[in-house]
């Protein structure tokens, strides 16, 4: 790999250069197309940042040994190289960089507007989880509590500090790529034990950080999907892929991509893999339920150490023979596979209302769960026995249709579609759209709440 280093030092450079250089001609191109939008109650100001708080932190990608080398995914805008180079919509996407994907979708946003004063919300084009790596995994571990001062400094006081004495702050949004547990160290800890305290400062109370998975009792947060490997710039493209996902014969009834569960502790990652091993997957079952005959009961792709993440292969051909997706609790309660699974049109099983439900209730309401998941708690499974496969197996088929059909019609809600797609994709909202609405509405809300 040595060998290597100075020319991808070299890629890297002149892709920052084009990156930037793009960004800036897209933007006033943007600013000149609007008339046939409707933009009432939805102009986004972009605030203007030093590049220390956004381009040179990619700059530095291959800066955090102990966190790894993330410098190859940044091409394509944030989403990744291309699985293979005759792919249209599959990149090695690394979650990390939704920051980035988030900043080049919003300089297509069709309302932007140059004018603080006019704006319905003000994006920050802050890379927050970036610039927490070193907190995490640098050299700042000891001033973790200090994540965003320097921000919230420049914010407030240093560049047109009017733009945030406006609303104080209220009607400011950012994206941070990693779970809030990550940036909700409290401050009064001695030492610093694990994560950064930004979302714990007072200083940012008021601003609305999206990210892929909130806190139990979320403040100023919002979850929205994390970036999967699939990225269409076409109807074209993305209605195959939609047919393909619904003709695909599915011959397993569950499955579970990821890794854990191989410990002695109770736990329902250890369930699952309990239960797919004494149903060995050669065993061929025709059973009449479930959704119908299935060759393989279970199926395990292991994941463990990370070896799917930026290798949708490895999981995305097991996923579309499956019929339900096991989504149980990782190291924190959400995984990107649910999203991943969404794609593959398998129906996701949930262990615990943090996982989705209670997350991303702007892309996949609540009172939907029923039509396109299916619940089981996982005290039931981990500590009474209650078998997974028996309640999967107990579902009609006809009812396994239609949730199929109904996670298929959600499935253009919780992707991120490539920029620049055409005009036939752009009219059906994507995670991005849904997100910006989201965010758009719950400013609205908070501000005539504060002027009452
Ligand atoms: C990038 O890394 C260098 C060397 O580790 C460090 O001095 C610099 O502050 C970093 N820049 C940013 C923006 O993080
Ligand atoms: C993919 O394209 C790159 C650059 O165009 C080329 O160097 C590489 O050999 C190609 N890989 C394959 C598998 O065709
Ligand atoms: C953090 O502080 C502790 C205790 O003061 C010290 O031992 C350690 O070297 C510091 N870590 C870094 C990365 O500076
Ligand atoms: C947050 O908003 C409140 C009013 O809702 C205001 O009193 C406070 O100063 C604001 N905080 C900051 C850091 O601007
Ligand atoms: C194996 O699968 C069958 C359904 O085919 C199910 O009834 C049984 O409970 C499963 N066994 C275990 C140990 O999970």
Known sequence: MACCKSSAAF??????????????LDLSYQISTVESEDCTNRWIYVRWLPSRFNFDLLSNCSAYPLFGDFCSYLQNHGLGPKTHNDSHSWYR?????????????????????????????????????LDGLKYLYGSETNFSRQHGLELYNFLRYDDQPEIWDRF???????VMARPAWEFSQPLHVDPPVWGTSFLEVPEFYNVTALLPEGRTWPWQEQAVPYPTSYHPSSLNLFESWVKRVRNSRRSTLMLFAGGGGVGAN?????????????????????????GGHFNKVCDI??????????????????MLRATFCLQPPGDTPTRRSTFDGFLAGCIPVFFEEQSAKSQYVWHLPGEMYDEFSVFIPKEDVVFKGLKIVDVLMSIPNAKVRRMRERVIELMPGVIYRRHESTLGLKAKKDAFDIAIEGTLERIRSKLKVSSQ
């Open 168 to 174: 104080a702050g209220h009607d400011h949004f950012l």
């Open 301 to 318: 792709v292991d994941c463990s150490n990370g070896i799917c993440e930026h290798d949708p292969i490895r999981f995305m051909r097991p």
């Open 11 to 24: 890629h890297i450079i002149t892709f920052f250069f084009f990156f930037v250089i793009f960004l800036k």
């Open 93 to 129: 996407t690394d979650p990390l960089l939704l920051e980035l994907i988030f900043h080049r979708r919003i300089l297509e946003y069709p309302c932007l507007t140059q004018d603080p004063a006019s704006a319905n919300a003000i994006y920050v084009p802050y890379y927050a989880a």
């Open 266 to 290: 109770p736990n329902i990652r250890r369930s699952i893999r309990n239960e797919c091993k004494s149903n060995h997957s050669s065993e061929v079952v025709a059973a009449a339920g479930g």
